[in-house]
């Protein structure tokens, strides 16, 4: 994860139980998943195992982990198994989440709705530093943003993309780089890889 | 007191705005002294101070009638400006409360109120005579209004206003009318915590400006509201200098010399001031802003001279934060020609009653 001095940016952690927890729902982006780290997850989540659920998501099929595993194909899996679990979940649940920062936020976002409060959500970053980024001019969001500077999907203009971070919309704002001079667009480097 | 509205100028296109000499005077200068850092420079908001523009809570002066329609233009355009999340509403009707009951008593030939009750459920009459506007509405009944009552009365208001929830020890931006605003937005900030919206900026974290500031803020009571002074630069007089609108605004800062500076490059002084509200314990936060050029502040020997030494002593970072990068060298030659190097005494006042010939005459 990448440090920032602007206090917008989130900080992220490692996933550990709460043992004050009733139910349990680990939520993982299976491109995150390195070698051992199921394992690892089962280990600490041992404490915790029969009260928790775990949704795979885009992971082959063939892994277990830890809890009752569900295998979901991807990411809108989850936001709509949200979207219908109104009833389910309540205060004393606990949410836990591993994935690039697009995916935590579009998770915790999901989450949020149905009611899971920040102090019932653990987010930990894995995997690429790619970047989900907000125009300010149209308001448009470009997934997948890698370069340090990236033309937006919605209007084309060239975005300088910066620290400043809104859980909101889960993106990092972007701003026009050449308004001041146009065309003249710095080298672009890949930043978030 | 008579105020001559200048209701047909710009702040955008032609840029026809321009200040009186008494509204020069009563210029709200921001640097006591040859040198400025951010410091947690918060004062109660009493109704005096070194300008007349403290003499009143909510100060309306010549610039009104043209504001409030650059507002409306551009809410026009993008109605985004104007954001309240749900649980705001009874903030809204705070806000509109505090500002009718302060203009129409601080401005009675302006404007009006007339109420049957305080409380929610009775009927209240609005009258602005500056925008000819005259309502009668349920106060406490959103449905009375032509829009929202934040939205409703921030339209007859000069300056931003931003309504921040106060809950677990924090403050949270939960709604906002901001046409006006130096470059941060909305749109992008709404939602945000005290120390998320005040992310970018540099230098004042590390110094812990922003958790002893917060930390006052939360302890703010009713009815003893407090203010500070804020600036940045803007090229031209214009109020739209939002991200949103970056790519209009941002190639005039291309565009500075050291011949035009005095026209072209502005001080943008925000009076910021925050207000407990009574029924929902919110914080109102309007972002008062006043702009003046090169040219109007030199007409004060002391104010030109002292701009001269606070921007060529600025921090680099808060040269490249604040935008000034790509023209200060031309607005510091142009202000290098205003100073002698004489002593200047601390303070902001003017120290002067009438001013300087305009240097364009």
């Known amino acids: 994860m990448m440090h920032s001095d602007i206090t917008s940016r989130p900080t992220y952690r490692a996933l550990e139980p709460d043992l004050a927890g009733s139910k349990h729902l680990l939520v993982i982006e299976g491109e995150t998943l390195l070698t051992g780290r199921l394992e690892a997850l089962t280990d600490t989540f041992a404490p915790v195992n029969d009260k928790l659920h775990t949704w795979l998501v885009g992971a082959p099929t063939a892994s277990s982990g830890p809890g009752k595993v569900w295998h979901l194909e991807k990411l809108v899996d989850v936001l709509d198994l949200f979207a219908c679990a109104t009833r389910d979940y309540g205060m004393g649940d606990r949410l836990y989440v591993q994935g690039t920062e697009p995916f935590l936020w579009s998770v915790t976002t999901a989450a949020s709705i149905i009611g899971f409060g920040p102090n019932q959500v653990q987010l930990h970053h894995a995997g690429s530093l790619r970047r989900r980024v907000w125009c300010t001019h149209c308001h448009t969001l470009t997934e997948n943003v890698t370069a340090s500077i990236v033309p937006c999907a919605g209007c084309g203009r060239h975005l300088l993309v910066r620290d400043h971070f809104s859980r909101r919309l889960g993106a990092f704002m972007g701003v026009m780089i050449d308004a001041e001079a146009p065309g003249a667009i710095p080298a672009i480097e890949e930043a978030f890889a | ?361």
């Open chain 2, 1 to 361: 007191m008579t105020i001559a509205f200048k209701p047909e100028e710009t702040f955008r296109g032609d840029y026809s705005y321009r200040n009186s000499d008494a509204a020069i005077l009563r210029f709200p200068f921001p640097f006591p002294e040859d040198k400025y850092m951010y410091s947690v420079n918060i004062e109660p908001h009493t109704r005096s101070g070194p300008s007349d523009i403290f003499l009143r809570p909510f100060d309306v002066d010549e610039h009104y009638i043209a504001e409030c329609r650059d507002r409306a233009i551009t809410l026009e355009r993008d109605p985004g400006r104007y954001q309240a999340l749900p649980h705001m509403m009874l903030a809204q009707w705070d806000t509109l409360e505090l500002l009718m009951e302060n203009l129409s008593a601080d401005y009675p030939a302006l404007f009006s109120l007339t109420k049957e009750g305080d409380d929610f459920g009775s009927r209240w009459t609005w009258i602005n005579r500056p925008l000819g506007i005259e309502q009668s509405f349920i106060f406490g009944d959103a449905d009375t209004l032509p829009c929202e009552p934040f939205e409703y009365i921030t339209r007859q208001a000069q300056g931003d206003f931003a309504i921040c929830d106060q809950r677990d020890d924090n403050l949270y931006m939960d709604a906002g009318m901001v046409t006006a605003q130096a470059d941060w937005s909305l749109e992008f900030d709404v939602g945000m915590s005290f120390m998320e919206w005040h992310g970018p900026v540099p230098l004042a974290h590390q110094a812990g400006v922003f958790e002893r500031a917060l930390k006052y803020l939360l302890m703010l009571r009713l009815g003893q509201p407090v203010r500070r002074l804020n600036w940045t630069m803007s090229i031209n007089p214009r109020l739209d200098t939002s991200p949103e609108t970056y790519p209009e605004w941002g190639p005039d800062r291309a565009s500075v010399t050291p011949d035009n500076a005095g026209d072209k490059v502005h001080l943008r002084v925000e009076l910021q001031t925050l207000w407990r509200l009574p029924r929902s314990n919110a914080i109102l936060f309007p972002i008062r802003c006043y702009l003046a050029s090169l040219d109007d502040l030199a007409r004060v020997p002391k104010w030109g001279k002292r701009l001269n030494r606070v921007l060529s002593t600025l921090p680099p970072q808060l040269v490249e934060y604040k935008g000034l990068t790509r023209y200060l060298p031309a607005a510091l030659e142009w202000l290098a020609k205003h100073d002698d190097g004489a002593e200047l005494p601390v303070g902001t006042e003017a120290g002067v009653t009438t001013l300087t010939p305009r240097v364009s005459d």
